[in-house]
């Protein structure tokens, strides 16, 4: 597999007021153990990443998700040391992150990893072109060859004829435009989106994301999502980094999160996801039998439950998985309404543990929007 975009190691920060223990929170552990109102209480400090460690991989959407202060921005900020982490260990294509000076910090944050704010952060007395041409002109581009660059990602960006626009003419989904525009002018290795769109009302949202579904489609390029909204983290994910009071507490795709979470507070938080629009039938289906691998409607392992049952009820029979040629197993209805049912086999689909007592819940996901 070929080096992660970032490596990120045991990485912890710690806030603190001056001259006291944050920097010894991570290697104590006594208060390393602490929750967070016990450390807070002891110590003053509030431990905003807690020994996290995962991997970007070249070419997917690594969405950071959580429940609001649960540490996203701060983590996503610790990448390109917008925060100072406080301990642990950062790597972009293996190149340690920590042990870069100044000018080679400003090159990553300019040409390597861009930023997409919430707060488009534009420049109100430029036009749409001049501000999605800024970090082009930041890095020494000749104006001409700026100018032809900004046009091109303006257009890409669906803002074509709003070039000499001012940002206070444009719309708020026009503005996160030129905000992302921006972003792409300098051609970055990886994009880190923080919230861009929670600002944006649910229809222009809902553009946004198949902007960004459709611009990572056509570009693969590698993007690094905050969001504390279930549904986008769905819709947008490759893999999902769900955080609580700073740890990641689980990590994986829609799919594992949704059919496999790992403890009660993800299952809380996933409880409303239509379960048929996210797990596919490769986790829902069972081995087929010889007759059964000759007959029937076909679905490629990819397929949603949704979409299988759509096809079982179509020919009135299990489908196949077929995958490359090859029948790979079958969906049954009684296989398909177990899954929306969450009352499947437990290794097939994750089925719930009775509750804990004592386990904190999340407040019940917004999952109004529509899924892919
Ligand atoms: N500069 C700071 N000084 C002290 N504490 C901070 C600082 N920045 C963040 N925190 C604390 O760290 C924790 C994580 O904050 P962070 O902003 O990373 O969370 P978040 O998940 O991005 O939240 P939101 O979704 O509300 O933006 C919170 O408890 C917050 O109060």
């Known amino acids: 597999m070929s080096t992660p975009v970032f490596s990120v190691n045991g990485l912890w920060k710690v806030f603190g007021p001056s001259g006291t223990k944050a920097s010894r929170v991570p290697t104590d552990p006594e208060l390393a153990a602490l929750p967070p109102a016990d450390l807070r209480a002891r110590t003053g400090c509030t431990a905003a990443v807690r020994d996290v460690s995962f991997d970007v991989r070249k070419g997917e959407v690594f969405v950071v998700m959580g429940l609001s202060g649960s540490g996203k921005s701060t983590l996503v900020r610790c990448l390109t040391r917008l925060i100072e982490p406080t301990s642990g260990t950062i790597a972009i294509d293996g190149e340690d992150v920590r042990a870069m000076d100044k000018s080679r910090l400003r090159e990553l944050r300019r040409h390597r990893a861009a930023m997409v704010f919430q707060h488009f952060g534009l420049l109100p007395h430029r036009t749409v072109l001049d501000n999605v041409a800024y970090g082009l002109e930041i890095q020494g581009v000749g104006r001409p060859e700026r100018r032809k660059r900004a046009a091109e990602v303006v257009a890409k960006v669906g803002l074509e004829g709003m070039e000499?626009?001012?940002?206070?003419q444009l719309s708020g989904g026009q503005r996160q435009r030129v905000g992302l525009a921006r972003a792409l002018a300098v051609d970055p290795e990886v994009l880190l989106f923080d919230e861009p769109f929670s600002a944006l009302d649910p229809l222009i949202r809902r553009d946004m994301q198949e902007e960004v579904v459709r611009l990572h489609r056509e570009e693969g390029r590698t993007m690094v999502f905050i969001t504390h909204d279930l549904s986008e983290a769905l819709k947008l994910g490759d893999?999902?980094?769900?955080?609580?009071?700073?740890?990641?507490?689980?990590?994986?795709?829609?799919?594992?999160?949704?059919?496999s979470p790992a403890n009660d507070y993800v299952r809380e938080f996933i409880r409303d996801v239509p379960r048929e629009q996210v797990i596919t039938v490769r986790t829902a289906m069972r081995p087929a039998t010889a007759e059964e691998a000759g007959n029937g409607p076909a679905v490629p392992p990819t397929a949603t439950v949704s979409e299988a049952i759509e096809a079982v009820a179509r020919a009135g029979a299990p489908a196949?998985?077929?995958d490359e040629g090859r029948c790979v197993g079958v969906v049954d209805s009684e296989?398909?309404?177990?899954?929306?049912a969450n009352v499947t086999d437990a290794a097939r689909v994750g089925v719930a543990a009775p509750r804990q007592r004592g386990e904190a819940t999340p407040p019940s996901a917004d999952t109004s929007e529509e899924l892919v």
């Open 335 to 340: 296989a398909l309404l177990g899954v929306i």
């Open 239 to 259: 893999r999902i980094a769900l955080m609580r009071d700073g740890a990641v507490v689980q990590l994986g795709t829609p799919e594992e999160i949704v059919a």
């Open 164 to 168: 000499h626009r001012r940002p206070s």
């Open 320 to 322: 196949r998985v077929v």
